[in-house]
């Protein structure tokens, strides 16, 4: 599990949300809690982005902050690894 950190603020009427330590990974939403989960669709979204793409994910940055913001709490991402299995089906000859 990698713990990044998010921020939100509200301007007109909607509350949006940024994840401080994973560039791009934004979102927003009517409530607070709608910009919750909208972030951590985001943010999944884009941690499988990268990973599809070989890159790195980013190192969490406990320290990061936005002065702006007014509410800053933890998110959480977790890794499930899967494998795949390919199978070949051969047609037996006569």
Not at 28 to 40: I, M, S
Not at 60 to 71: I, K, N, T, V, Y
């Amino acid at each position: 599990m990698l713990v990044y950190k998010s921020a939100y603020k509200w301007e007109e009427g909607v509350c949006l949300g940024e994840v401080l330590d994973f560039p791009g990974t934004v979102s927003f939403g009517y409530t607070l809690d709608e910009a919750r989960t909208n972030l951590a669709g985001a943010l999944r979204d884009m941690a499988e982005t990268n990973l599809l793409r070989g890159e790195p994910l980013p190192v969490p940055q406990p320290g990061r902050s936005d002065p702006l913001a007014e509410l800053e709490e933890p998110i959480y991402l977790v890794l499930q690894a899967g494998q795949h299995v390919l199978q070949y089906v051969t047609a037996a000859l006569p």
